[in-house]
């Protein structure tokens, strides 16, 4: 990319970067014609698709050297290690390969199913023994890079142990057939001697055999195959950028779309969704028109004559790239460690975060079509593919639907989110928790008074000055909201917070950074960031412990002076408080202390809580620590503690929260051994 945008002349770039959507075409033509001359170009272009040169084509001698490293580590008994090998050798092997006169694909599968079997992973090892049984019947096949090793490239589900690869070529990992031929991998041909060798078995596993060669029939093919235009070697999926890719896949739906239908040719229109080219910076632009170029050259190997590439079609790719910027969707999946046997025996408390993990990137015309708030009204989440929307509180009717495109009222404040919505999407947020005062906001990083027994709030710089323009809003067109200023204070819920901000309408009230909102005391903030960087190196080597889980006394004590400290500094409900108790938690949950673990886990618990409200799904996330804690120690509140998360999770994912949150079984499981 940066070879290709050196070689640019000057004055075209100056084109691109000054271009408006109506002139693409022309400046698209223009780059494409300098391309068109440019060796290095044609190179790229031959890098990235000729199946000669193609580093993701099958490879015979890296299988077999693979499946030879699996029998050597099999016959050791290292069978983890024996997965791992054969499970590559499966990615790398050709479908037409015969290793002593048996198919290399079956052969793997069969001697994966014997590793999964010795593993007592008896469910994998039927479905690789069904496999096999489908290529030779002598024996009983966009997601994000960082997620490629682990996620299904279809589904997005976690792969299981016995996840297959694509039968053309090395990118892609399924975790079942189901999805390998979804996506547009090679579907194996049943023929009438498909039944043929299994004379002489019991004839329940010969029904067994037949039923699986057949049920591969009753697959649903007539969709859009969305791999099969990059599944000839090529490497380019793997190099050019997720939502490069995913144009790519759209443009093919487009193409194939149309050819079902028999309709013109012409490609021009496929997405009627915004886009933010204008607002976007000169050098995104170059290199929106030069990864189109690409696509396009790249597309062209698999359609020929059926894409033509011309300055239009290019200029439609650029525009459809700043609409997946705007439009697309990040498909995430909970992720939670492992915890192997009953929650209630000792040492297998879940203490650590839940996390988000982005897998994928898709998307949803109808979900593009909700517009943003930072306090939203409705909570989007994905089952496999499938994208789910549910409303988190009563609507009235004729009230928008809003949706959160990224970090909401008490994750961030209110400047760093609308600097991440500038960023990313070029729009200035104008929601209600970005227009009104509210309670996250003013707090969430604040500094607490240096008076006694004042808990005013003292506000940064940059902090001070978002909150005046919220303010200069409020006090210059307060009839734009459905409440007066003072009306808004009254809904802030907190008799301490009430009293900062109704400071705020004095007549002789002035913001200030640096100075309480409260009683006016000046806070030197310099002196206490000094502070707090120390009190950080602390809890850096906190945190190492926690991950080597193993906490030295002396690091945990050191750790618990530095949050003493910080209660000095920090106002009461800042975030990183509740951050530094959720680590403590942690810790003391790792050397055996588990009240102690639960006394900072509620500690968090209850600062979250001002900023996010009780019955947010960040709330349920943090409870299901608790929960975990209080199960270990017997504690008979633990049931109380779960109640409420069911009825959390309950809020956002309906009838889906035990698929979305697995650990929550485990849960409702311990606490059912417990009670009897």
């Known amino acids: 990319m940066e070879t290709l945008k050196s070689t640019v002349p000057n004055t075209l770039e100056q084109q691109i970067s000054k271009s408006t959507p109506t002139e693409l075409p022309s400046t698209c033509s223009s780059l494409l014609d300098f391309f068109h001359h440019l060796p290095q170009f044609h190179q790229m272009i031959k890098d990235l698709t000729d199946p000669t040169m193609a580093l993701c084509c099958k490879d015979r001698s890296a299988a077999l050297e693979a499946k030879l490293k ?43 199913a014997s590793t999964l079997q010795k593993m ?7 479905r690789d023994c069904s496999r096999a049984l489908r290529i030779s019947p002598r024996y009983a096949k966009i997601i994000l890079k960082k997620c490629r090793e682990t996620h299904c490239h279809f589904c997005f589900n976690e792969l299981p142990a016995d996840a297959i690869s694509c039968a053309s070529c090395s990118i892609p990992l399924y975790c079942s057939d189901r999805c390998q031929i ?30 699986v060669l057949a049920g591969i029939s009753t697959l649903d093919t007539g969709h859009i195959a969305e791999h099969r235009h990059e599944c000839q070697g090529f490497h380019w999926p793997l190099i ?73 079609i290019v200029s439609k790719l650029v525009i459809l790239l700043s609409q997946i910027q705007v439009n697309s969707m990040a498909v995430v999946r909970m992720q939670a460690p492992e915890v192997k046997g009953p929650a209630y025996k000792s040492g297998n408390a879940l203490t650590s975060s839940l996390e988000q993990v982005k897998v994928g990137q898709a998307v949803y015309v109808a979900g593009s079509f909700f517009n943003h708030s930072c306090q939203p009204n409705i909570h989007a989440y994905f089952l496999s593919r499938t994208l789910y929307v549910r409303a988190t509180e009563y609507i009235l009717a004729g009230s928008e639907l809003e949706l959160s495109y990224g970090p909401q009222v008490g994750q961030w404040d209110c400047k760093d989110r609308q600097r991440l919505l500038e960023d990313r999407y070029s729009f200035t947020c104008q929601c209600t928790a970005c227009s009104e005062l509210n309670v996250p906001d003013l707090v969430i990083n604040a500094y607490r008074c240096t008076k006694l027994n004042c808990l005013g709030v003292i506000l940064d710089r940059t902090v001070t000055r978002c909150e005046k323009r919220k303010l200069k809003l409020l006090l210059d067109a307060p009839t734009v909201y459905s409440s007066s200023p003072h009306k808004q204070v009254e809904k802030l819920k907190d008799a301490t917070i009430s009293e900062v901000a ?70 009461p409900y800042n975030k990183r408080i509740a ?59 633990a049931s109380g503690s779960i109640s409420r998360i ?11 929260a035990d698929d979305v949150y697995p650990y929550l079984r485990h849960l409702k499981g311990s606490r059912d051994v417990e009670k009897s």
């Open 502 to 571: 109704r400071r705020v309408f004095e007549s002789d009230y002035k913001l200030e950074p640096q100075h309480c909102l409260v009683c006016d005391s000046y806070g030197d903030l310099e002196a206490s960031c000094a502070a707090t960087s120390q009190a950080e190196s602390c809890y850096k080597r906190l945190q190492d412990a926690i991950a080597s889980n193993e906490v030295p006394t002396n690091i945990l004590l050191d750790a618990v002076r530095c949050t003493d400290l910080l209660r000095t500094i920090f106002h």
């Open 646 to 656: 069911t009825a959390i999770f309950s809020r956002y994912y309906g009838s889906h």
């Open 70 to 112: 699996g029998n050597e580590c099999f016959s050791k008994g290292e069978y983890p290690n024996a997965l791992l090998f054969y499970s590559q050798a499966l990615r790398l092997a050709p479908v037409d390969l015969d290793d002593l006169e048996i198919n290399l694909v079956a052969l793997l599968y069969v001697n994966r």
């Open 240 to 312: 050019l950028p997720s939502e490069v890719v995913l144009a790519g896949r759209i443009l093919v739906k487009v193409i194939e779309q149309k050819k079902r239908a028999s309709a013109d040719s012409n490609l021009i229109g496929f997405l009627d969704l915004s886009h933010n080219y204008i607002q976007l910076p000169p050098e995104s632009k170059l290199e929106m028109y030069i990864y189109s170029i690409i696509l396009l050259h790249c597309l062209q190997h698999f359609y020929r004559t059926e894409l033509p590439i011309s300055g239009i």
């Open 120 to 126: 007592g992973l008896l469910l994998e090892c039927l």
């Open 579 to 637: 951050e530094v108790e959720d680590n403590l938690a942690q810790a003391f949950s790792l050397v055996g202390e588990l009240q102690a673990a639960i006394d900072h886990c509620k500690a968090s618990i209850q600062i979250l809580e001002k900023l996010y409200g009780a019955n947010h799904v960040a709330i349920g996330n943090e409870l299901i620590k608790l929960a975990s804690l209080q199960i270990l120690v017997g504690d008979t509140a």
């Open 182 to 211: 979804q996506a547009g991998g090679q579907k194996f041909d049943r023929s009438s001697k498909s039944s043929n060798g299994l004379e002489g078995l019991a004839d329940d596993l010969k029904n067994y055999m037949s039923d």
